[in-house]
Nanobody, 119 residues
Framework: QVQLVESGGGLVQAGGSLRLSCAASGRTFSTYAMGWFRQAPGKEREFVAS????????SYADSVKGRFTISRDNAKNTVYLQMNSLKPEDTAVYYC????????????WGQGTQVTVSS
């Protein structure tokens, strides 16, 4: 399995932008589908975005479509989440996750990074 470390969280005003990064260990990063999830206080963890390991296909939660973009750099073993037009309701701990080819479900998780959007 890969180990994941997120960074890039912080405090931003509504309408601002942040880019989260997730650095992965291991030599097989390119064979993992990657995802971002978030958990707000008092709420369950929810899906934000995912990116396939091979064909570049992406998926987004309706709440972030058109504002967030997931991307990856396999040479750097890193996946990104560009977040634009941030809203206070985007405030949450954001987690990076990895799903190995042929395996259902995300099996590797990072420790999370806090994103706080002020109104």
């Amino acid at each position: 399995q890969v180990q994941l470390v997120e960074s890039g969280g912080g405090l931003v005003q509504a309408g601002g932008s942040l880019r989260l990064s997730c650095a992965a260990s291991g030599r097989t990063f390119s064979t993992y589908a990657m995802g971002w999830f978030r958990q707000a206080p008092g709420k369950e963890r929810e899906f934000v975005a995912s990116l396939s390991w091979n064909d570049g296909s992406t998926s987004y939660a309706d709440s972030v479509k058109g504002r967030f973009t997931i991307s990856r750099d396999n040479a750097k073993n890193t996946v990104y989440l560009q977040m634009n037009s941030l809203k206070p309701e985007d405030t949450a701990v954001y987690y990076c996750a990895a799903r190995r080819v042929g395996v259902s479900g995300f099996s590797s998780w990072g420790q999370g990074t806090q994103v706080t959007v002020s109104s």
